[in-house]
């Protein structure tokens, strides 16, 4: 691909994973035992569901908008007193807390939008829902979004062992689960509703905040895959040795295609995708990414940052 730069309407990654020895999504314990977060997956031919291992997507998105956080702080984002707490309720806390957000004048959800987008950049990247004075529920949905990570059936194992955890008195004896395999991974980001406010069908942040807020969101990706924060990782830090996939950018009001690797040939299919698409709306409407490693992964995130711009028209194609 050249240099050239262009828009991004939506961006989505289908990716392929190996995760050795990691215990990332526990689901708690039963008696002496931990639990580790289970799917049934059903595909065609199977004679019956198989049962593998995972990492819910609520701990991804979790791990994701801590890196954002960061990243945010680094990069001095507009962030509310929420948001610079790393609060789970956002700018609902300065709500929620009397924070002078909104004043008497801000009685419609239009305005009251509008604050929210230009004072708290993860309020607006990952979604709110508060309920603010008049019963008025101020609402925004996650622009990312994130599928569970799932095993491959037939190429995932979880093991059981015994552990004892040493006190001042008696050992505590119990048993810990970890699990090793190849984990298929999706994630779709709607980067054309990065600072835009859908109750009067425009941008509530200029262009400029705009590419700093798609910047930090791809960059808290990119350092999603890096570092899977999560359960018992100061013994049990997963092993990453594989990372294979592909990366689609819609540069017009068409979704980036994505294919979850639990299907063989979800690159073929995304690639044939890619064609049809750019037959039906136009040459260069989706531009495919490719990688075969973290390394190449960090690199094509690289030049999507460099290239990729923010999307300036009207969100919901209305003149």
């Known amino acids: 691909m050249s240099n050239t730069e262009f828009p991004i309407y939506s961006l989505s990654i289908s990716g392929l994973l190996s995760w050795q020895l990691h ?145 001042v008195d008696n050992p505590t004896p119990y048993n810990v689960q970890v699990s090793s395999g190849l984990y298929a991974t999706v994630l779709n980001i709607e980067a054309f509703r990065i600072g835009y406010n859908p109750h009067n069908f425009s941008y509530s942040i200029d262009i400029t905040e705009r590419k700093q807020r798609l910047d930090a969101l791809l960059k808290s990706v990119l350092y999603t895959y890096m570092q899977p924060n999560g359960a018992k990782r100061n013994t049990h830090l997963p092993h990453p040795d594989y990372f294979e996939g592909v990366i689609t950018v819609s540069t017009r009001r068409c979704p980036a295609p994505m294919l979850s690797p639990l299907e063989e040939s979800y690159n073929r299919q995304i690639h044939s995708l890619k064609d049809t698409l750019n037959s039906l709306n136009g040459e260069g409407t989706i531009h495919c990414f490719e990688f075969d490693s973290m390394a190449k992964f960090a690199e094509q995130i690289q030049i999507i940052i460099t290239q990729g711009q923010p999307w300036d028209e009207n969100a919901e194609a209305i003149a």
Do not use: W
Request: a negative charge; glycine letters at 10%; aromatic letters at 8%.
């Open 23 to 167: 215990a990332l999504n526990n689901e708690g314990n039963e008696g002496n035992q931990s639990l580790t977060r289970r799917y049934y997956i059903i595909q065609k031919g199977m004679s019956e569901p198989e049962y593998v291992n995972g990492i819910s997507g609520d701990m991804l998105k979790h791990i994701q908008a801590e890196h954002l956080h960061r990243i945010a702080i680094e990069s001095n984002l507009n962030l509310s007193v929420g948001g610079k707490q790393f609060n789970p309720d956002r700018i609902g806390y300065d709500i929620d807390k009397n924070l002078p957000i909104f004043n008497d004048q801000d009685t419609d959800l239009t305005t009251k939008t509008t604050k929210v987008l230009q004072i708290c950049s993860i309020s607006d990247l990952e979604g709110i829902m508060v309920t603010v004075k008049g019963g008025q529920t101020l609402k925004r949905e996650s622009v990312i979004e994130f599928g569970a990570v799932v095993g491959l059936p037939t190429f995932v194992k979880t093991q059981s062992y015994f552990h004892a955890k040493y006190g």
